[in-house]
């Protein structure tokens, strides 16, 4: 998948998102462009598709390649999302075992993931603890999107788990129907009568707790 080239070009914003970063090792950045934040943070691994930067990136460990492949088992990925790959994108992040990953995300998206009940947001819930720090304005960046963005934290709460994830893909496509009516379509059981969508996506213990208890 082909990673649009819009880059950070705040230096105020730049400062303030490397000051987020624990540097927990390896640190491993996904979309290193230009190297515009490599310089700051020095990543053990850099993966970037467009080939070329490569001169840029050489002393990075650089791998080209795409962020559908991210070759992580600990750690903390840093990233600044092209947004049409966000949410395939976390949807690998909740399967690696990385303690942290400092992103830069749309702002719709990551509203929508601390405030709307849905697949994605119920995943990474249960996942993570996530923290919603600077909103970025389209002006700090190059070229100018239409969007805002949000610098935002994601901190490693549970390992990941095949079954709970299966769950809550499939509860989350059903937040108008009542939990007992959405765990029968998914083969599971409740008798609760509230709808998947009252549950606020950091909820996601007490939905799981009312399908069955060992899932508490």
């Known amino acids: 998948m082909k990673q649009s ?3 950070l070009s705040s230096e105020f914003f730049l400062r303030r998102f490397v000051s987020y970063i624990s540097f927990q ?4 950045e996904v ?3 230009d ?9 053990d691994l850099c993966i970037e598709i467009d080939e070329e930067f490569k001169a840029q990136l050489k002393k990075y460990n650089l791998v080209i390649s795409d962020a559908s492949y991210l070759p992580a ?3 903390e990925i840093v990233a600044s999302l092209p947004y049409y790959i966000t949410r395939d994108f976390m949807h690998q992040l909740s399967e690696l075992d990385v303690g942290k990953a400092t992103l830069i995300l749309q702002k719709d998206f990551i509203d929508k993931i601390l405030n709307y009940t849905n697949s994605i947001s119920l995943i990474l819930n249960y996942y993570f603890i996530i923290e919603r720090k600077e909103v970025i304005p389209p002006n700090a960046f190059s070229p100018v999107p239409k969007v805002y963005s949000v610098i935002v934290l994601f901190n490693r709460q549970r390992r990941y788990d095949e ?3 299966n769950i809550l893909e499939c509860i989350g496509n059903y937040r108008n129907k ?3 009516r959405a765990a029968s379509l998914c083969n599971l059981e409740s008798q ?3 709808h998947v969508g009252e549950f606020k996506p950091w909820q996601v213990r007490q939905l799981l707790s009312l399908i069955k208890s060992k899932y508490a």
Do not use: A
């Open 5 to 7: 080239q819009v880059f």
């Open 192 to 194: 609760s009568e509230i």
């Open 35 to 43: 190297g515009r934040i490599s310089k700051f943070i020095n990543p």
């Open 31 to 33: 979309g290193c462009g």
């Open 178 to 180: 009542t939990l007992r």
């Open 25 to 28: 090792r390896p640190l491993i």
């Open 163 to 165: 079954n709970i994830s």
């Open 73 to 75: 088992l600990r750690g």
